[in-house]
């Protein structure tokens, strides 16, 4: 078995192979650099995946890469009106973009809005990322005058525009469709899924420290202040499940009308899952994964969740509740690698429908109840962020055990992570970034402040 040093070392090593170059400059990092494997789309730069990388980047001090795929990606922005429904509207981010080559050898870059995926799904989170990857950046170097320069004024201002257009809708939470973030296959997730409103309200709290407070800007910053007040109340009231909440959606009246009434939502009792009554801990809560007319999605989902800690949408008292839960269902959600992206899998019948029969999303495989290594390093700014290093700890001797023997893949299959993903691809990048954050973070808890944010809501 390799030292922990021998392990970070050719960790540092596969992150650099996976460095994408423009025009000599390292730009971004490929999917995954599997050489078993056919490339499909691996071979791109995906904006949310660059996420963890960026992080490793800029806590080792290295932002030349960060900085360089912050301009990239403002370049290949959508500022066109959208006159065909086939196109992206303005202020979308790219799911990913490629370095392709001309006939005459001249190099150029290629964005994917979505046009290319499976489903043909647009990346909503994308623009959201992009905005905590600037923040991120302003923190790690000091350099502020990059953010207010006016064509990041700019882009900022059309992603909040994308963001906060008046819709049909009565919340102040985004809806989407399925497939749309990282869980990125039909899974049911349509609607308004955990992780996009915790992306939003960190993307909003990010945007109102970086925008210069002028004529062009006051208007965006007075709309993110209001919904920044009525997304937080929202989430903290209607997502969250303990005990406490069972109870009283158990004993709901349905179909209440008028304005003071208990069952906003209208859920019904006979909704809650039979798993989730001897599942859930005495001490312990979580943020639901949907919620919506007439629906609950009583799943627990790791990525929302554990940002909710890290950006503080999730109260102190809800985050000691969350990081509980982990610890006391461990089991479930971490088994022998953290994490699991969601809890429990769908199967049977319920798998066939929600699913449409997606034979990679199987139960407890893929993003139907797999694991996902990535995950390590917000499960880990999430034990930092509430006093918990000793479950931050507990994960890292868990994945530092595996992931190179395995050769860092993609994701594991199985209720408790035993099996290396049936479809996953060896060196994956965020798995291999997500590895090195995790460790930088133990070491060294003030680089936290790169991805969270305080309890209050001031800038």
Avoid at 179 to 201: C, K, N, S, T, W
Avoid at 394 to 404: E, I, T
């Amino acid at each position: 078995m390799n030292t922990k040093s021998e392990l970070l070392k050719e960790a540092w090593e596969r992150l650099e192979k996976s460095i994408v170059y423009y025009d000599g400059r390292p730009i971004g990092m490929i999917a995954a650099n599997d050489p078993e494997s056919e490339a499909l789309n691996y071979d791109q730069c995906f904006v949310r995946d660059f996420v963890s990388s960026a992080l490793a980047f800029l806590i080792a001090g290295k932002p030349e890469i960060v900085r360089n795929f912050l301009l990239a990606t403002l370049a290949l922005q959508s500022h066109e009106p959208q006159m065909d429904s086939f196109k992206p509207g303005p202020g979308l981010m790219p799911a990913s973009f490629k370095v392709e080559t001309r006939q005459n050898g001249e190099y150029y870059l290629t964005a994917d809005f979505g046009e290319d995926a499976i489903a043909r799904v647009p990346p909503v989170d994308s623009c959201l990322w992009w905005i905590l990857l600037l923040r991120a950046y302003v923190k790690a170097t000091g350099d502020i005058s990059f953010a207010h320069q006016p064509e990041f004024q700019e882009g900022i201002r059309l992603i909040l525009e994308l963001c906060l257009v008046h819709r049909f809708a009565m919340y102040p939470t985004m809806l989407v469709p399925d497939g749309a973030f990282m869980i990125d296959r039909r899974m049911g997730v349509y609607e308004h899924p955990l992780e996009i409103q915790v992306l939003f309200y960190a993307a909003l709290r990010a945007a109102g420290e970086l925008l210069l407070p002028n004529d062009s800007n006051n208007s965006c910053i007075n709309s993110l202040n209001q919904r920044l007040q009525t997304l937080t109340y929202h989430v903290r009231e209607y997502y969250w499940l303990d005990l406490k909440r069972l109870n009283e959606i158990y004993r709901y009246k349905g179909d209440e009308f008028g304005k003071k009434v208990a069952n906003r939502f209208n859920i019904y009792a006979q909704s809650i899952p039979g798993w989730l009554t001897e599942w859930l801990p005495q001490t312990g809560g979580y943020l639901a994964g949907n919620l919506g007319p007439g629906r609950m999605d009583f799943r627990f989902f790791a990525l929302g969740n554990l940002m909710a800690i890290v950006t503080s949408l999730a109260s102190e008292k809800e985050s000691q509740s969350i990081m509980n839960l982990i610890e006391q269902r461990w089991d479930d959600l971490v088994g022998y690698m953290p994490m699991k992206i969601c809890f429990p899998a769908l199967d049977g019948e319920e798998w066939r429908i929600i699913t449409g029969c997606d034979p990679k999303n199987t139960p407890w495989s893929y993003h139907n109840g797999g694991n996902w290594p990535v995950l390590l390093c917000f499960l880990t700014a999430a034990a930092l962020k509430t006093g918990r290093i000793e479950l931050a700890q507990k994960a890292f001797d868990l994945a530092q055990n595996r992931l190179s023997q395995d050769r860092w893949p993609e994701y594991y299959d199985s209720k408790n992570a035993r099996l290396i993903g049936k479809e996953s691809k060896n060196y994956q990048t965020w798995t291999i970034a997500g590895f090195l954050v995790a460790n930088d973070l133990i070491e060294n808890p003030t680089r936290l402040a790169l991805l969270s944010f305080d309890e209050s809501l001031k800038s």
